[in-house]
T-cell receptor, first 119, second 109 residues
Framework: GAGVSQSPRYKVAKRGQDVALRCDPISGHVSLFWYQQALGQGPEFLTYFQNEAQLDKSGLPSDRFFAERPEGSVSTLKIQRTQQEDSAVYLC?????????????????FGPGTRLTVT | KNEVEQSPQNLTAQEGEFITINCSYS?????LHWLQQHPGGGIVSLFM???RKKKHGRLIATINIQEKHSSLHITASHPRDSAVYIC???????????FGTGTRLQVFP
């Protein structure tokens, strides 16, 4: 079956340009996550959706970053007025449902990532 | 101090060697993930474990909840095992993962 897909795989943007990164999660997965991975670092959490609701956006680095998931499936991460420090791999992951009461968590399935380079 | 720390940062091995990668964490968790990342960025989940030990083929993952430590072992390593291996834990009650910085493994023929 299809996994998580992301597009584009690579994006080069000039400083100041707006970009939109797309994530198609596994069909039926309730939870969707965006992570940012700078070169040589581990990924860092950006934002989390449960269906169409954005429940946590504490990791978004500035108000230039905006994410949406209007119908509870496909999600878009938008970065306005890109800066060089935005250069990173942006990873999307989905899981079948949110954690259970008591904290039992579910496996996350990752997409291939979008490598954004801001020049 | 990072909440999730891995060692070593870099590891080279000859084909056939037994590999161990370590992960220590300081937060309360419900499970721990071991992930593999190949050049190009894509991440594959290897294990999600919450108690003692799991095995898939040549990969073995162990966890000691009391000591807040996990290890990933690769037996009979092969050049195709060359990748970055990342340990990640969810904050308890959430799925929000906290990642280690990864261990870069290179296996030479």
């Amino acid at each position: 079956g299809a996994g998580v897909s992301q597009s584009p795989r690579y994006k080069v943007a000039k400083r100041g340009q707006d970009v939109a990164l797309r994530c198609d999660p596994i069909s039926g997965h309730v939870s969707l996550f965006w992570y940012q991975q700078a070169l040589g670092q581990g990924p860092e959490f950006l934002t989390y959706f449960q269906n169409e609701a954005q429940l946590d956006k504490s990791g978004l680095p500035s108000d230039r970053f905006f994410a949406e998931r209007p119908e509870g499936s496909v999600s878009t991460l938008k970065i306005q007025r890109t800066q060089q420090e935005d250069s990173a791999v942006y990873l999307c992951a989905s899981s079948i449902r949110p954690p259970r009461v008591g904290g039992l968590t579910y496996e996350q399935y990752f997409g291939p990532g979008t490598r954004l380079t801001v020049t | 101090k990072n909440e999730v720390e891995q060692s070593p940062q870099n590891l080279t091995a000859q084909e056939g060697e037994f590999i161990t990668i370590n992960c220590s964490y300081s937060v309360g968790i419900s499970a721990l993930h071991w992930l593999q990342q190949h050049p190009g960025g894509g991440i594959v989940s290897l294990f999600m474990l919450s108690s003692r030990k799991k095995k898939h083929g040549r990969l073995i993952a162990t966890i000691n909840i009391q000591e807040k430590h996990s290890s990933l072992h690769i037996t009979a390593s092969h050049p195709r095992d060359s990748a970055v291996y990342i340990c990640a834990v969810p904050r308890i009650g959430t799925d929000k993962l906290i990642f280690g910085t990864g261990t870069r493994l290179q296996v030479f023929p």
